[in-house]
């Protein structure tokens, strides 16, 4: 099993800044895609970002492309998304999420995830 914590989150104004930590544990050899996922009130969980555990490609949503930014820290198991220029349209829970198989925007092919983090953005 896998265990996924996400921390970072809380209450910013437009334009402000904030940024998300997600730290991995237990069997987590083998891990190969992490990824950010956002669900807001009465809406579907949508993509945000992911990327390749060993390293290599990145992807975006279109709607936070310029904004966000996906780094991991291999040495301490953690994925992080440095959020920029945010808006009241990015306020949802944000959730990490992993795969050991395959890298997707598609939330039903991740098998790990964590327990969300609330993210609130004012106008």
């Known amino acids: 099993q896998v265990q996924l914590v996400e921390s970072g989150g809380g209450l910013v104004q437009a334009g402000g800044s904030l940024r998300l930590s997600c730290a991995a544990s237990?069997?987590?050899?083998?891990?190969?895609?992490m990824g950010w996922f956002r669900q807001a009130p009465g809406k579907e969980r949508e993509f945000v970002a992911f990327?390749?555990?060993?390293?290599?490609?990145?992807a975006y949503a279109d709607s936070v492309k310029g904004r966000f930014t996906i780094s991991r820290d291999n040495t301490k198991n953690t994925v992080y998304l440095q959020m920029n220029s945010l808006k009241p349209e990015d306020t949802a829970v944000y959730y990490c999420?992993?795969?050991?198989?395959?890298?997707?925007?598609?939330?039903?092919?991740?098998?790990?995830w964590g327990q969300g983090t609330q993210v609130t953005v004012s106008s």
């Open positions: 237990g069997r987590t050899f083998g891990m190969y895609v």
């Open positions: 999420a992993a795969d050991r198989s395959i890298a997707t925007s598609h939330p039903d092919d991740y098998d790990y």
């Open positions: 990327t390749r555990w060993s390293g290599g490609s990145t």
